[in-house]
């Protein structure tokens, strides 16, 4: 640092800011950046308005970096966390898009031993086969093997997608 560069005491400034109410903090930023801030997390807005403080002493981004930076906001996604597979379109082959990703295919059993008997389901198209009754759900079946309400994939252990 040299004599003729400005002196930006950090310490000072947070103090100032720290006793500040949040009514304040947003006057205050407002008045340094012209336009209103939406923010309602205080912390932030605080570290903010130092990095505003100290850009203004000591100077901000070189042109470049503020060119680098517009570059990449145009480019960059407005998603914060991205998008399952199936939302985006892409979806396994010869998968039906309709299905569940934790059943087997249609025709396939899901076999599970309960107090000494094995229990046999059989996947249709559409619904499940259990001792030659129609069920619409594992839940219903579940709940027929265990006389209350069970979630059928947490009773069937189906909790993971099946290959």
């Not at 100290?54 to 517009?70: F, I, K, S």
């Not at 309709?98 to 619904?127: F, M, N, Q, W």
């Not at 093997?145 to 979630?151: A, E, K, L």
Request: proline letters at 3%; aromatic letters at 6%.
């Amino acid at each position: 640092m040299t004599a003729t560069e400005p002196i930006f005491d950090i310490t000072s400034e947070r103090e100032e800011l720290d006793a500040m109410t949040m009514a304040a903090l947003k006057r205050r930023y407002q008045e340094e950046t012209g336009r209103a801030s939406s923010t309602r997390n205080r912390q932030y807005l605080i570290r903010r308005l130092l990095w505003i403080a100290q850009a203004a002493v000591r100077g901000g981004l070189c042109d470049e970096a503020l060119a680098l930076a517009a570059t990449l906001a145009n480019d960059a996604s407005v998603r914060a966390s991205p998008a399952r597979a199936r939302a985006l379109g892409v979806v396994a082959p010869n998968a039906d898009a309709t299905r569940d990703e934790r059943l087997p295919r249609p025709g396939h059993a899901i076999v599970r031993r309960y107090k000494g008997e094995t229990l046999r389901v059989t996947v249709l198209t559409s619904g499940f086969e259990f001792k030659g009754d129609r069920y619409d759900s594992l839940s219903a079946i579940a709940q027929a093997v265990t006389g209350s309400h069970v979630n059928g994939f947490r009773f069937f252990r189906l909790l993971k997608v099946a290959a």
